[in-house]
């Protein structure tokens, strides 16, 4: 076994959610790199099947042309309320992003209001991923994000949980990866959240 390629260095859990089991969940990479999205999603979907939860992949829910232009509120809007009426209760989120250094990205991650944050806003916030072809080349630390949504009927659609992933190798996609997901389904096994023994 080599040494991990990633950390947990930041790890938010909505107060008033003890538990959160998920029936159906959309598993959403962020990435230009369509190789490196698909590769991640399924290898991420493969994990919430050995453990019994239903999980799509984005690439399987979302028109091939989603990601080809930039979505309103109303058009994302319109997006969860047909995830809703597909019987998905949660969005598990996923994108790299990153700092010149490490000291300025937790400066801005202590100022996150983590209890505010929808699924729509992140969305919206971040979907220059898909479009700015200089986006990756002005970090040199990486991290990737991963958030979990509730979209459940007649609650707040809102953050459940949310890691930050310092990506110490990003070159060595396919192990950044691994390690990545592993580290994610660990992190929600623990929180007790989606993964939970005898639902």
Not at 47 to 57: H, I, L, M, N, S
Not at 89 to 104: H, P, Q, W
Not at 132 to 151: G, H, M, P, Q, V
């Amino acid at each position: 076994m080599g040494c991990s390629s990633t950390s947990l260095i930041e790890n938010w859990k909505d107060p008033d959610t003890v538990l959160f089991h998920a029936n159906k969940v959309l598993l959403v990479g962020m990435t230009q790199n369509e190789e490196a999205r698909t590769d991640f999603e399924q290898k991420l979907q493969k994990e919430f099947e050995k453990r019994d939860v239903e999980a799509w992949k984005s690439l399987d829910v979302f028109d091939v042309s989603f990601t080809d232009s930039k979505k309103t509120q109303e058009e994302l809007d319109l997006v969860e309320q047909s995830l809703l009426d597909k019987g998905f209760d949660a969005i598990l989120l996923t994108k790299i992003t990153g700092s010149e250094n490490r000291e300025n990205f937790m400066k801005s991650v202590s100022r996150w209001d983590s209890g505010q944050s929808r699924f729509n806003d992140d969305y919206l916030e971040h979907q220059d991923i898909y479009f700015d072809n200089s986006y990756y080349e002005k970090f040199k630390i990486y991290f990737a994000e991963t958030t979990l949504y509730c979209i459940c009927e007649g609650k707040e659609r809102a953050m459940i949980w949310r890691g930050i992933i310092e990506i110490s190798d990003p070159n060595n996609v396919n192990k950044a990866i691994n390690d990545y997901i592993k580290l994610v389904v660990t992190a929600l096994e623990e929180q007790d959240l989606i993964f939970i023994e005898d639902f």
